[in-house]
């Protein structure tokens, strides 16, 4: 449904049959390769830019649920107030690396023009790097505007600034959503991430090696052809495969089947020199309970594993994707933090061996004062945020709060202490106008 993308297609010595496209594996793996094997997205804030790619994973959170959910308010559709809340969230979370976009859709704000509010919200309230909006292709045209006015022209003719994040409409379609977007993007010299977002038995096969092959199929298809567009494009390679309850057809999460997909398709994605993109924090859970610390776990523990480079839903994520916790948010984040300090590895350097330590401790010592200790008390152990290690009676003094009571504390603390970071008023004001004159031009649509 995209005469433009056929168009391409035909250019570079491929005739469709139809709207099928078909093409010799060995030359679409080719123009895959003309994809960079490892990219940096910029931020604004220069040290808040990402490496995606070589020996770096980047996590950001949750991606489009409609509803969200706190322990005070329970469960409601998502508005702008709290998208504008989570969005300074994950500007206070360390481990968060990147903000994302729809960490849940403003469901206050027309669809026609809440991706405006969305964008201008991450590039006012976080220094961090974000992606933009794919839905329609005038809309990913105003985010890659936006990332114009934010950046200068002369940096997005040399740099990366902005992502967009697309899913295939498996089986084996990429809609004129896809192509637009790619078109917009890589046409602009921009990145991509393409998503073949396949639940087992529903989008793909029953059996999880056939749904692997239909998933590289789909992504592959898309990123030679953001190639075709503009070689040297940034093209992250999406997986999103799940399993489901062949009793209701639900999805499931943290299931043996999509948890060795990663590993498969993190192979497969080396072998073509493509960035990855996989995983999350991912839970068919309602509230954050023990169904969802360990299917979380066991979804995020593959994907840091396999070496997945860029994460999206690494935290926040509820009820399948339907929902963001701002609880989980900061649960997810807290454990990110964990995560990132066992993927730092064994320090075996000369100070790691301590051996000054045993010339001072005499054997059945201990070495809670030692030297050593005091040179490295403060970097040696992960610290949880909200973990509670104490003991009873301490608990109890505290008011036996359980994970959901204090993560509501730490959230709500951390909006307090939250300040914005400084952008200049010159280019505020420029994204304020272009905001403003969009909308004016666009009708209330709320499909």
Request: aromatic fraction near 8%; proline fraction near 6%; charged fraction near 20%.
């Amino acid at each position: 449904d995209d005469p433009k993308a056929l168009e391409i297609w035909r250019k570079a010595g491929v005739t469709p049959e139809g709207e099928l496209i078909k093409a010799p594996a060995d030359w679409i793996r080719a123009l895959c390769r003309k994809a960079p094997s490892e990219f940096t997205q910029w931020a604004r804030n220069p040290e808040r830019s990402v490496r995606i790619g070589g020996a770096h994973q980047v996590f950001a959170p949750i991606y489009g649920a409609p509803f969200v959910r706190d322990l005070k308010q329970g469960r409601r559709y998502g508005d702008l107030d709290s998208f504008t809340k989570l969005v300074k969230l994950v500007q206070m979370l360390p481990s968060l690396h990147h903000s994302g976009l729809v960490i849940v859709e403003p469901c206050d704000v027309p669809v026609s023009k809440r991706h405006l509010d969305m964008v201008y919200a991450h590039m006012r309230y976080t220094d961090k790097p974000h992606l933009g909006a794919i839905t329609e292709q005038s809309r990913a045209q105003d985010s890659v505007d936006m990332a114009e006015i934010l950046h200068g022209k002369d940096a997005m003719e040399t740099q990366c600034v902005i992502l967009g994040n697309v899913n295939t409409n498996s089986p084996l379609l990429v809609d004129k959503v896809v192509s637009e977007a790619i078109r917009t993007y890589c046409g602009r010299g921009q990145g991509i991430i393409v998503v073949p977002f396949i639940l087992s038995d529903a989008m793909g096969p029953v059996s999880t090696a056939a749904s692997i092959a239909q998933a590289m199929a789909e992504a592959m298809i898309c990123c030679a052809f953001s190639q075709l567009v503009r070689v040297g494009a940034p093209f992250v390679l999406g997986n999103f495969l799940s399993s489901m309850s062949l009793k209701s057809g639900a999805p499931t999460f943290g299931m043996p089947e999509p948890v060795l997909s990663n590993y498969v398709i993190r192979q497969m994605a080396w072998r073509l020199g493509l960035p990855l993109r996989c995983g999350g924090s991912l839970t068919a859970s309602k509230i954050e309970d023990a169904q969802a610390a360990y299917e979380s776990a066991d979804s995020m523990h593959s994907t840091m594993l396999a070496s997945a480079y860029f994460v999206l839903h690494a935290a926040g994520w509820m009820e399948g994707g339907l929902c963001t916790g701002f609880e989980k948010l900061v649960m997810d984040a807290d454990r990110l933090g964990a995560y990132q300090k066992f993927l730092k590895g064994l320090d075996i350097s000369t100070e790691a061996f301590a051996r000054d330590a045993y010339s001072e401790v005499k054997p059945g010592g201990h070495f809670l004062g030692s030297a050593h200790t005091m040179r490295n008390y403060q970097t040696a152990f992960y610290e949880p945020a909200l973990s509670n290690s104490e003991n009873v009676e301490s608990w109890e003094d505290g008011g036996s709060l359980d994970m959901r009571q204090c993560a509501h504390e730490r959230w709500t603390i951390l909006l307090d202490q939250y300040e914005a970071p400084p952008l200049d008023p010159a280019i505020d004001d420029a994204l304020q106008e272009f905001v403003a004159r969009r909308k004016s031009e666009l009708p209330d649509a709320w499909y």
